[in-house]
């Protein structure tokens, strides 16, 4: 049983336009989401996180939006850069002192120049 | 300060060996986790552990075991290696007050099984 599901194993994008990069889970108990980026030959890092209370969050050119009620999350770039051509993880995490997190498979994300 | 160090970086075995794998974590940091990543599954949740103890494990069969020393430094130990456990295995460090945000990844340990 996948809970976290990023449908699109890939996406091309010109440098410059926006990117969007979406996720969708099925465990309402996620109590908030994380985004990973991951370059070949090295671990995946930290990128942006968002509660499930709430429905946005900004850090520079990186948003993410959580819709609840559809059980969907998207990380939007804008704009992109050549730099950000990667794999992107979502991942959920359950609250309390759980410190599992479930992951989707990821997305490789390719920004031509 | 040194990040998560993995070694070794790549491995191959022969199906029906076992293989151990080593995680040094950020200093300070007490919680331990590892995942398995292979293509199109993601990154699968092993095991964590927290002061020498295992807190928390994923779905995978008893062939896949580790520990934690006092140091926090951990291992991970797969027995009877199928071809199916070929894959990247990551671990993750994180400390008590930054919980799965601070997790800090290393490169991780490619296995080949042949």
């Known amino acids: 049983d996948q809970q976290v599901k990023q449908n699109s194993p890939s996406l091309s994008v010109q440098e410059g336009r926006i990117s969007i990069l979406n996720c969708d889970y099925t465990n309402s108990m996620f109590d908030y989401f994380l985004w990973y980026k991951k370059y070949p030959a090295e671990g995946p890092t930290f990128l942006i996180s968002?509660?499930?209370?709430?429905d946005k969050n900004e850090d520079g050119r990186f948003t993410v939006f959580l819709n609840k009620s559809a059980k969907h999350l998207s990380l939007h770039i804008v704009p992109s850069q050549p730099g950000d051509s990667a794999v992107y993880f979502c991942a959920g995490v359950l609250g309390g002192s759980a410190r599992q997190l479930t992951f989707g498979s990821g997305t490789q994300l390719t920004v031509l120049p | 300060k040194a990040g998560v160090t993995q070694t070794p970086r790549y491995l191959i075995k022969t199906r029906g060996q076992q293989v151990t794998l080593s995680c040094s974590p950020i200093?300070?940091?007490?919680?331990v986790s590892w995942y398995q990543q292979t293509p199109g599954q993601g990154l699968q949740f092993l095991f964590e552990?927290?002061?020498?103890?295992?807190?928390n494990k994923g779905n995978f069969p008893g062939r896949f075991s580790g520990r934690q020393f006092s140091n926090s430094r951990s291992e991970m130990n797969v027995s009877t290696l199928e071809l199916g456990d070929s894959a990247l295995y990551l671990c993750?460090?994180?400390?008590?007050?930054?919980?799965?945000?601070?997790?800090?990844f290393g490169s991780g340990t490619r296995l080949t099984v042949v």
């Open positions: 993750a460090s994180s400390s008590r007050t930054t919980g799965p945000y601070g997790y800090t």
């Open positions: 200093s300070g940091h007490r919680s």
């Open positions: 552990y927290f002061s020498e103890t295992q807190r």
């Open positions: 968002i509660s499930s209370i709430k």
